[in-house]
């Protein structure tokens, strides 16, 4: 059941992002008044559809993509179909014969499209719901160091405030996630605040084989609060209830939601004394934990769910169109970064989603709520616009390359190497497709 149900959202989603990216292509076209013949959704054998003046809409076998196919947008489009292969006359409406520069807008077109729906989107969500960490806003304070980590190696401890990472001076928290991520194994300069002293170190995230990311093994400080109680278990019977803000775990402070799972953990099944407070008051209990085995290998467990407490608030339209952007440009930057491991094969190739796990990540978002959703498609849209301006031939990137190349060539690149080109491109997009899929499937794999 709730694979179909990825399936359908799936769908949503990769329909929404198709008639979007595609629509500005077709926009573009229309607009250089070039002869659109077929606007698709799908590649593949046609399923169904319709005809309306000189295109066809139609619904092709494999929902992974859409194209606008425009007479004269091939390399072969430009040979005669007869037995002489001599060039045939270009139509005057076809996209080869506009001058490039108009082809240039048409080819990005496309990409341009998801841009501004991923900023559009996020700018709409984020003026009725904006969610932002209890101490955002504030300087990036670690809240927990993990025993034998690359932040404990590198002499980081908690209340540490990082200064510098890199040459990025008093970074946010997404800024280091994305250095961390995407820097496995590469050490980065590190200054830290102790105290009102100034400590120089060096980090050097770890490579975590299960993520095929970096990781440092800290997190940042923020005030930890309930989000589910478990029902049966000891916190629900000793009176915590959902939304608490826990302050200390046996006397020891609780800045992330690590903190509460180590300490039960080291008290080995004695009872723990849980500070907190409900409604600005502070409150003590002490639980005693439950040996829990149904998920994976026992564990100490007193029945909480943690959350990182955060604000939900609604922003003006100006400011909620400076965040999109902000979010956005941040976005982007980690996509670049993340590509750019992958391709020094300091990232696994394995981090990137096929269609399957977006539908799992579609069908999760959809049962969060709408807001999740719309974020997703958001993100998604981004990483559709980035993808598609890669210079990959078949691509839109690969036709924005070569007409560039030809603006300052001020010829034509000869049909042979169109042809060779495009048809490696093709084959590249083909085994990309495969790859991808062979990655989501060994994921839900059982290992």
Known sequence: MIFFQ????LLVLIGVMIL??????????????????????????????????????????ILFGGYVKMAGDQPLDE??????????????????AKPRWQRLIIAFAG???????????????????????????GPAVVGHVRAESAAQKAGV????????????????????????????????????????????????????????MGDAGWSEQNEIQIAQVLPGMNAEKAGLRKGDVLLAINGQPIR??????????????????ILYTRNAQQSKMTVQPSWITTEGPGRWMVGVQLEEKVIITQLPLGEAFKESIRFNIQNAGAIYQGLESILQRRMSAKTLEGPIGI???????????????????????????IFNLLPIPILD???????????????DLSLNVKETVFKLGFVFLMAMVVFVLYNDITKILPS
């Open 79 to 96: 040979l005669a179909p007869g037995e002489t292969g001599e060039p045939a006359e270009f139509d005057p409406r076809g996209f080869n």
């Open 157 to 212: 401890i908690e209340g540490d405030i990082i200064a510098k990472l890199g040459d990025k001076a008093d970074p946010a928290w997404d800024d280091i996630r994305i250095k961390e991520i995407s820097g496995p194994e590469v050490s980065v300069p590190m200054v830290l605040l102790r105290g009102g002293k100034q400590i120089s170190t060096t980090l050097t995230p770890a490579y975590n084989a299960k993520t095929g």
């Open 256 to 273: 992330s939601t690590h903190k509460l799972l180590e300490v039960i953990k080291a008290a080995n099944g004695a009872a723990v004394d």
């Open 359 to 385: 539908a799992r990540l579609s069908g999760d978002a959809a049962r969060e709520g709408p807001q999740a959703f719309f974020g997703l498609m958001s993100m998604v849209s981004l990483n559709l616009a």
């Open 6 to 9: 990825n399936f359908g959202w």
């Open 397 to 411: 990137g690969g036709v924005i390359l070569m007409l560039l190349i030809e603006m300052l060539m001020r010829r």
């Open 111 to 137: 990409p341009f499209m998801n841009i501004i729906f991923a900023i559009g989107m996020l700018t709409a969500l984020f003026t009725f719901y904006y969610r932002k960490p209890a101490s955002a806003g």
């Open 20 to 61: 979007i990216h595609e629509l500005g292509h077709y926009w573009a076209a229309i607009f250089f008044d070039v002869k659109v013949e077929a606007f698709s959704f799908g590649f593949g054998p046609r399923l169904f559809g319709f005809k309306k003046g000189e295109t066809d809409y139609k619904f092709c076998l």
